[in-house]
């Protein structure tokens, strides 16, 4: 179980480490607070369909092709952990390297109900590792949702002999 866990929650993180890598490179503050948004939201949806592939194949490769709900959210769950952490970790090295120019532009561009928020904690959004970890439950939420629906997707029936 450990490398399909392992191998797939890589490509996963390595994916959300590209596609976020390659935003900021490509558009930089060029592109509004919501639009960076969506293209966020987006590239961790992309990154986290390898829950799926990684339960799917860890059902079709190491069970025979037989697998129980709770085994196959339990893989998915631990999949999700690993993009998590690898975002955490680029978020806190991000905010650490680009704090300056990225706070400036956010600042600029965020909602109102956003600024508010800022103005309230400003010591915790610009904390690079605060924001790190929050990221990292961004991520594994969605990643929990992810692999929720790929257990219900690729679950079969264990014969019982």
Known sequence: MNKYILRFGVYSGITMLVLFGLTWAIFGTSLGYKTSEVLGYLSMFISLSFIY???KTYRDEQNGGQITLGKAFLVG???ALIPSLFFAIYTGIF?????????QWALENMPPSQRSQFDANPE???NPWF???????????IGLAYSLISAFLVKRKVAIA
């Open 53 to 55: 592939f990684g339960v």
């Open 77 to 79: 769950l631990l999949i």
């Open 95 to 103: 905010i650490t390297l680009q704090g300056e120019e990225w706070m």
């Open 124 to 126: 915790l959004f610009t």
């Open 131 to 141: 924001q790190g970890v929050v990221m990292f439950f961004t991520v594994f939420v």
